[in-house]
């Protein structure tokens, strides 16, 4: 399978297109801001509900789906705090470390699966997506309570609220509900989901471009390449040495490995608007490893391909 041509050169053209509609056409900040809504709170959510709800859960590992994603990030997050004193990093910029270490861009994982692995891929990657995105959002949102600047004007929001209000989880507890009772939803309704979830990749894809951004200080260089190994290269590597061991192969592994080796999403931008991070540097982080981990994505899932392959 070539991955160059079939994920890789897609993703860069979207990926530019959103750079150039952004810059150069729809430059309205309040387009950009509904695009993100619709694919976030929509579009996704109705790509995991039918994925997840027509797959055959019984032939998807669980168990080391789970200890694969979730010990690693446990890891790696408190890997950066633990280093928040030899890098001399204040409350705001830590928690964009934090950050930028461990969240993921739901958009370009989705992308990869579905081209490698197609409807199983999507399903696999949103199972894995319903383990790490209520722990991410749990250990960014702590971060950002702890070591976030204290302001009146900013609104913290309960980790408790965050997590049941995040629509990529409820897409997820929907899948899974309607996949566990087996109960199929009426041909309208859904033909109406499909309908819906077909424009979540595409839109995700133009949203993560329009949204790169650099304003880069040389303190930054230090930060930006801390987040940025740990998140394209440490992360994924060590969800990779449990899962191989724990017997993951096919779909399961490569959404294991994707999953932890995708850039850090636009939408920690927002976050750290709300809770008191750094949002200039947040905002470089997020832009420098959508773009390095062009490269890295496929090197990665090669490299763990050819572990399994000659294992």
Not at 56 to 82: E, F, M, R, T, Y
Not at 128 to 143: E, F, G, M, Q, T
Not at 242 to 249: E, F, Y
Request: hydrophobic share 55%; with cysteine; glycine share 8%.
């Amino acid at each position: 399978m070539n991955v160059v041509t079939t994920a890789i050169v897609p993703i860069v053209l979207i990926l530019a297109a959103g750079v150039l509609l952004r810059r150069r056409l729809l430059t309205e900040p309040g387009f950009w801001r509904g695009l993100e809504w619709m694919s976030y709170r929509v579009f996704t959510p109705a790509l995991f509900i039918t994925s997840i709800a027509n797959t055959d859960l019984a032939v998807l590992p669980i168990g080391p789906l789970l200890l694969s994603l979730a010990a690693p990030i446990v890891l790696v997050a408190g890997l950066v705090v633990a280093l928040r004193r030899p890098l001399r990093a204040n409350g705001p910029q830590l928690t964009s470390l934090v950050q930028g270490s461990i969240r993921i861009n739901t958009y370009i994982g989705l992308i990869f699966a579905t081209t490698l692995h197609g409807h199983e891929g999507v399903a696999t990657f949103a199972l894995a997506s319903a383990i790490v995105v209520p722990l991410v959002n749990v250990i960014c949102v702590s971060a950002l309570a702890a070591y976030g600047e204290k302001s009146s004007s900013l609104r913290h929001i309960p980790v408790w609220r965050e997590f049941l209000e995040n629509p990529l989880i409820q897409g997820c507890v929907i899948g899974l509900t309607l996949n566990l009772v087996g109960l199929p939803l009426p041909d309208f309704i859904a033909a109406t989901l499909s309908m819906l979830a077909a424009p979540a990749l595409a839109c995700g894809t133009l949203i993560a471009g329009a949204a790169l951004h650099f304003t880069l200080r040389k303190r930054d260089v230090l930060d930006i390449g801390v987040s940025t190994i740990l998140k394209l290269i440490v992360l994924p590597a060590a969800a990779a040495a449990i899962a191989i061991p724990l017997g993951a192969t096919g779909a399961t592994l490569t959404c294991i490995v994707l999953i932890c080796a995708v850039p850090t999403a636009p939408s920690a931008y927002v976050l750290a608007s709300r809770m008191g991070g750094d949002t200039r540097l947040m905002a470089s982080i997020t832009g420098t490893q959508t773009i390095l981990a062009v490269v890295t994505l496929p090197v990665v899932l090669l490299l763990v391909n050819h572990i399994v392959g000659n294992g």
